[in-house]
C-alpha cells in the first residue's frame, strides 16, 4: 500500500523545491524527507528525482507521481472537509505579519480563530512586507498579512483592509492642528522602512511640494518610530489607528496635512495547493476581523 504521509512529503518536496522547507513545513526532519522518498522509489522500483541537480528536478515517473500525489491529497483534503475534520486536527499555523496589523487587529483575529479552530496553533513572525513576501515563496511561513497587492501565479492574494496614513506628533510640536509645507520643509518625518511603501512616494511628494531634499527617518519597528515622535524627534507618519493608545495617553495628537498619499492596503497572502482549504477559512477570519475592527475604531 502506499503511504499517505509519504506521498505529501513527496508532493511538498516537490512544490518546494527542497527537502529541507518541506521538512520544516511539515514539521519533521530533512533526513525523514530523503527516507520517505527514497522508501517511494524502492517501492516503485525507479528513480523519482534527480538528486544531481540543483535544485533536484523530477523525473518522468517523478512527474507521473506529482500529478496522481496531488489528485489523491485534494481529495483526502476534501474528504476531511466533508467529514468537519480539518478544523479538528492539531496543527501549527506559520503566520507573517506586519506589525501594523499587531498594533491594530491581530489579537481579535487570534481570538476568533482560536474559537472556530481550537486546535490551531500559531508560530508568528512580525516583519516588513520584503522580507515575508520571500519567506512565504520559500514556503517557510504558510500565511502572510502584510501590504500588498503582489501577483504571482502561486500565491493567493485576498484584500483585507486600507489604512489612510496619518501623520502624528507630540502635542505641542507642530503648531496647529496641520502640517503646512514650511513645515514640512523643517521637520524630520519618521516612517516605515525604505524598501516599503510610502518612502519612495514620500519622498517624490516632498520634493515637488519643498523643493529640497526632504529629511525622512525610516525605521522598522513601530514602537520605536512612536517613541521617536513623542520624544519630539520628528512627526511620525504611519497608518491610521496604529498609535491609538498613545492618542488615549496624550502622548501623540493627530496632525492633518498638504499631502495626498495613497492608502496602506493590507492584503492577506498563501501559497495555492494542498491543503489550502484550511488557509482560506482563515484568511476570510482575518478579512472579517480586519473590515469589523476598523468600522469599529472609525466609530469611536
Known sequence: MINLRSLEIFYWAVQLKSFSRAAEKLNTTQPTISQRIAGLEEQFGMRLVNRATKP????????????????????????????????????????????????????????????????????????????????????????????????????????????????YAAPGFVRGNRLT?????????ITYPRNAYPFSHLREQLFRLTDQTPRIFTNSSLATIERMAADRIGVALVAQHAFSLSLVRGALVAMESDLEMPPL???????????????????????????????AEAAD
Open 56 to 167: 533536484f528536478s523530477l523525473t518522468e515517473s517523478g512527474r507521473a507521481l506529482l500529478a496522481h500525489a496531488e489528485l489523491i491529497l485534494r481529495q483526502v483534503a476534501k474528504l476531511e472537509h466533508d467529514l468537519g475534520l480539518s478544523g479538528r486536527v492539531p496543527r501549527t499555523i506559520r503566520l507573517g505579519v506586519s506589525e501594523t496589523i499587531v498594533h491594530t487587529w491581530l489579537a481579535r483575529f487570534l481570538e476568533e480563530s482560536h474559537r472556530c479552530f481550537p486546535n490551531i496553533d500559531f508560530d508568528i513572525t512580525v516583519d516588513v512586507t520584503p522580507s515575508m513576501m520571500s519567506t512565504l515563496q520559500a514556503g517557510e511561513i504558510d500565511i502572510a498579512l502584510m501590504l500588498g497587492p503582489a501577483n504571482d501565479d502561486k500565491i493567493a492574494c485576498v484584500h483585507l483592509v486600507d489604512y489612510p496614513l496619518q501623520f
Open 181 to 189: 509645507i514650511e513645515e514640512l520643509k523643517r521637520l524630520p518625518i
Open 265 to 295: 492596503s493590507f492584503c492577506a497572502f498563501y501559497v495555492l495547493g494542498v491543503n489550502g482549504e484550511i488557509l482560506e477559512r482563515l484568511v476570510e477570519i482575518a478579512r472579517h476581523v480586519a473590515t469589523t475592527s476598523k468600522h
